[in-house]
């Protein structure tokens, strides 16, 4: 399987990659990176257009990964948030080219409008970047990328 040690191994890694590769998965881990911690309702108001299964599914999938912490607190009402943990810290890091280089490609494409050498993203629905959005969609839902 993977004797070949000049060749780079993606075994170890099947776990994770099926968990990150998820349609929000990416996202949520931006929202949390730039956020600190989130409620389960913020969530789902700054991702826009996941549903809450969809979101408790992904988000049980990034703790069993490691990559997001979930904290329950004793009060009333009660209270849980999400936070990434030090692993979710590293692999937002590592994805923040990705997120660039997409953001790039699209304003190449003219899909997302945005300041001259400006990295935005929008992470509030699939509508993101139609011609029918008005100009101001992306000015609530964009968030910066850091250089």
């Not at 931006?30 to 911690?37: F, M, T």
């Not at 389960?40 to 988000?59: N, R």
């Not at 890091?93 to 997120?99: A, D, F, G, I």
């Amino acid at each position: 399987m993977c004797q070949d040690s000049n060749k780079l191994c993606y075994c170890a890694a099947g776990g994770i990659l099926s968990v990150i590769s998820k349609k929000w998965a990416l996202l949520v881990i931006n929202q949390l990176g730039e956020k600190g911690r989130m409620r389960f309702s913020d969530l789902i108001s700054a991702l826009g257009g996941v549903s809450p299964k969809t979101l408790s599914d992904l988000l049980k999938g990034l703790q069993s990964e490691g990559l997001v912490q979930r904290e329950s607190f004793s009060e009333i009402p009660p209270r849980v948030e999400y936070f990434l943990t030090e692993n979710g810290k590293g692999l937002r890091e590592v994805m923040l080219p990705l997120l660039k280089w997409a953001v790039e490609k699209s304003r190449t494409e003219g899909i997302v409008p945005g300041g001259e050498g400006k990295g935005v993203v929008c992470v509030r629905s699939p509508e993101m970047g139609k011609p029918d959005q008005p100009k101001d969609h992306h000015s609530a839902c964009v968030s910066e990328i850091a250089r």
